[in-house]
């Protein structure tokens, strides 16, 4: 598959929903209809500041980042540049989009404050703690063993951004998701490689890390834009989990590689949106007296109708001395830590029969969301 030439620039569809624009990003985000694209993952210039070279104990050197791209006149050069395309990649998302982006210490708080200063609203920043960082090999500083993402809406008034909770929650065994990743850098057959054995892109990303971003923020179908393409990490990501994107790289051969990586990805067979769906409405049980589902005055029983307990107007239950939530009295009357009140309380229908007031509060949840 070849990035094929279009105008000024060169592209290549690889379907409808995925692209990859082989151009500047300033001029190609410029292009990009305005609220397009759902959310963007940016691993822009870190722009080091590199001096001189940088050699191993053993004398052979490090493969740093030493290309013309990362080299900027000034750090005014540098604020101006990300001023530029973190506004633009603004344009381009939606309302509620949300942008990520990565940097190290040479960059991120230039980032951060310039993004804030464009608009965007910061919702975390996530510490990726890498497991094999590469060494100081000077012995001057700490190992760098870390990078830093910023995860911000486009307009902070927005509060149905994506974030799928309970996905997370359930990929860190019930707990809920933490804002430190602990993954190692993209090593073994992941890393690109040329025919001489040496990294193909300095700054190549691992997969697992754009996949715990796009599993956290997007939905099947959504478009990732990534202005900053390189060799095509949310590309591989977003195809695996049938999201489409936009890529944006300036050079060919990195825009190449990209392609044919990409080409070879299979989807992932289990796209099933179950683990995406919106968070379900929260309906505290103060909510069923007020639509009348439950009447103030009324008697709800536990699972045996042995005990009883009324239902005052605020949403709170008494039976004798007891009062309060659905979930507080249930527990003093079992004489237990804590209770799930909706499961233990009950309501008899037209029948006669005993029925969970859980069933009332599904029976609400459906009306609010029909």
């Not at 624009?21 to 990009?32: F, M, N, Q, S, V």
């Not at 540049?81 to 942008?99: D, Y």
């Not at 700054?203 to 715990?212: F, G």
Request: with cysteine; aromatic share 8%.
């Amino acid at each position: 598959m070849s990035v094929v030439r279009a105008g000024a620039h060169q592209s290549l569809r690889l379907t409808p929903t995925e692209t990859i624009i082989c151009g500047d990003a300033l001029r190609e985000l410029a292009e990009l209809e305005p609220a397009s694209v759902d959310v963007a993952f940016a691993d822009p210039p870190y722009n080091l500041q590199l001096d001189e070279a940088l050699y191993r104990p053993n004398q052979t050197r490090v493969e740093g980042v030493d290309a013309s791209w990362d080299h900027f006149d000034s750090f005014a050069a540098y604020d101006a540049f990300t001023r530029r395309w973190l506004s633009l990649v603004k344009r381009a998302l939606k309302p509620n989009g949300t942008l990520w982006v990565i940097g190290s210490y040479h960059n991120i708080f230039r980032v951060g404050a310039t993004l804030q200063e464009v608009g965007y609203w910061i919702l975390n920043d996530v510490v990726w703690v890498k497991t094999n960082p590469m060494p100081n090999f000077r012995g001057r500083r700490f190992t760098n063993a870390h990078e830093t993402l910023i995860w911000a809406v486009a307009d902070k008034r927005r509060t149905d951004y994506t974030f799928n909770y309970r996905s997370l929650k359930t990929f860190n065994d019930d707990l809920q998701h933490r804002s430190d990743w602990t993954l190692p850098i993209c090593i073994g057959q992941e890393r690109l490689r040329d025919e001489t054995g040496a990294k193909s892109h300095p700054t190549q990303k691992p997969e697992a890390l754009l996949r715990r971003v796009l599993i956290a923020s997007t939905k099947p179908g959504d478009v990732v834009l990534d202005p900053f393409f390189g060799t095509g990490t949310t590309g591989a990501v977003a195809r695996s989990l049938g999201r489409g994107f936009i890529g944006i790289e300036r050079d060919p051969a990195y825009a190449q590689l990209a392609a044919d990586r990409i080409a070879a990805v299979t989807p992932l067979e289990d796209l099933s949106q179950a683990g995406f769906e919106p968070r379900p409405p929260r309906i505290p049980f103060g909510m069923l007296v007020e639509a009348g589902h439950v009447r103030a005055g009324d008697e709800l029983v536990d699972g045996r109708g042995s005990v009883r307990a009324k239902v005052r107007v605020d949403g709170s239950i008494r039976v004798g001395e007891h009062e309060g939530s659905i979930h507080k009295v249930g527990a003093a009357v079992r004489n237990t830590a804590g209770c799930n009140g909706w499961t233990f309380w009950h309501v008899r229908d037209a029948a006669g029969a005993l029925v969970p007031i859980d069933t009332l509060r599904e029976a609400m949840r459906r009306e609010m969301v029909a």
